[in-house]
């Protein structure tokens, strides 16, 4: 099989694997209690989470590890609104649904929310942040990068507005992690979120960067593990995953992203190129190496999807979170696209472990699937 959904989740690295298998026989103390076995596994837990805070610039006790990209994006702004108690949040229409959703759960119990807008290439303008500050905003959460099309947001210049303001700043930098430097002082920031999965880590493990000197309301009560921000016991070896992911990362360097940036620019080249009446979406430059996102006219991204799984090739129409959903993504619609064009989306992501051969081999199958899709579409101009 031809992976290439790669901004749903990775495959497991071999070394991520190796490292969580001692966790999960040998090595199964629990973290909290005083016996040698258990205290393995809390200094397993201290190594992956000096990890990932180097990695992204911060103090080991600033980093929260959750459940997931989800928990960390709840906490941040769940955490920060109750702890304030009252007042207004900002965000943008094509934030992930962790976070959209939970900033309009957030209206029913009287909070005050503004969404603002994205321009057709997905970018907030930061001067539409400032227009919509008020002297009760608390919270401003705006995603890193975007997980449909890649675009990648000014976050440095939205933070800098929000802390003038008084406001705290979070970023759903999900994505971002393993791909683009991440320096969470540089981008100063309050919050940060992360997932495992997406950096070739197992699923089900994330974090959630909490600057020092701010304790947003924890979700989970009944413990103190965490920092006392995340009750329950840890899931060591997803943890120990994270941390090894994150270090395999860094170990490899920039190389693997360079030719992940060549290869995903060879596929929208070709793409363009080969197929008519095709719209790449997402900012032209300010995105993610590994994301290439396209619009095709007359047809439905399901059939393209279904046709490139029969040639045992893996891709998606949009976030993994909604591609049960037969409405068209909400990214998409923010972004100024009619619904009609919206339906012909199709998001190919790469890895470190794409090839050129894969690349080649979508290239040959996808301009006859389009063909013949639209062949078969009744709003295809006949010529």
């Known amino acids: 099989m031809i992976y290439l959904d790669n901004a749903a989740t990775t495959r497991v690295a071999p070394e991520v694997f190796e490292a969580m298998a001692l966790f999960l026989q040998d090595e199964y103390g629990n973290p909290s209690s005083v016996y040698a076995l258990a205290g393995r596994s809390a200094a397993a837990l201290q190594q992956a989470r000096q990890a990932v805070a180097d990695h992204i610039g911060a103090r080991p006790d600033e980093v929260i590890f959750t459940g997931g990209g989800s928990e960390a994006d709840n906490l941040a702004i769940k955490g920060t609104m109750r702890k304030f108690g009252d007042g207004h949040m900002i965000t943008s229409p094509i934030e992930h649904h962790a976070v959209l959703h939970t900033c309009k759960a957030l209206t029913d119990e009287g909070f005050e929310l503004t969404v603002v807008p994205v321009d057709s290439n997905g970018l907030v303008d930061p001067e539409d942040v400032r227009q919509a500050l008020r002297p009760d905003t608390r919270?401003?959460?705006?995603?890193?990068?975007?997980?449909?099309?890649?675009?990648?947001?000014?976050?440095?210049?939205?933070?800098?507005?929000?802390?003038?303001?008084?406001?705290?700043?979070?970023?759903?930098?999900?994505?971002?992690?393993?791909?683009?430097?991440?320096?969470?002082?540089?981008?100063?920031?309050?919050?940060?979120?992360?997932?495992?999965?997406?950096?070739?880590?197992?699923?089900?493990?994330?974090?959630?960067?909490?600057?020092?000197?701010?304790?947003?309301?924890?979700?989970?009560?009944?413990?103190?593990?965490?920092?006392?921000?995340?009750?329950?016991?840890?899931?060591?070896?997803?943890?120990?995953?994270?941390?090894?992911?994150?270090?395999?990362?860094?170990?490899?360097?920039?190389?693997?992203?360079?030719?992940?940036?060549?290869?995903?620019?060879?596929?929208?080249?070709?793409?363009?190129a080969e197929i008519p009446e095709v719209i790449l979406s997402g900012h032209p430059e300010l995105r993610l190496p590994n994301i290439a996102s396209f619009l095709f006219r007359y047809i439905e991204g399901e059939g393209i999807l279904l046709s490139l799984d029969m040639q045992d090739i893996a891709g998606s129409s949009g976030s993994a979170c909604t591609s049960g959903s037969l409405d068209p993504s909400h990214v998409l619609l923010a972004m100024g696209y009619s619904h009609e064009v919206a339906h012909g989306s199709l998001r190919l992501s790469l890895s470190r472990y794409t090839t050129d051969e894969e690349i080649d081999r979508v290239l040959e199958v996808l301009p006859p699937i389009i063909q013949r899709l639209r062949n078969m579409s009744p709003l295809y101009p006949r010529r």
């Not at 070896?237 to 030719?259: D, N, S, T, Y």
């Open 139 to 272: 919270l401003v959460a705006i995603m890193h990068s975007n997980n449909e099309v890649g675009t990648i947001e000014p976050i440095a210049e939205i933070a800098a507005i929000a802390r003038e303001a008084g406001a705290k700043m979070h970023t759903d930098a999900v994505q971002s992690l393993g791909k683009v430097p991440i320096d969470v002082n540089e981008l100063g920031v309050d919050f940060a979120a992360f997932s495992a999965h997406k950096l070739h880590g197992p699923k089900g493990v994330g974090a959630l960067y909490v600057r020092k000197g701010f304790r947003p309301v924890p979700l989970i009560e009944g413990g103190g593990q965490e920092n006392r921000l995340r009750a329950g016991t840890e899931n060591v070896p997803g943890i120990v995953g994270f941390g090894r992911a994150v270090e395999l990362a860094a170990e490899l360097g920039p190389e693997p992203i360079e030719r992940i940036r060549a290869l995903r620019d060879r596929l929208i080249e070709g793409v363009m």
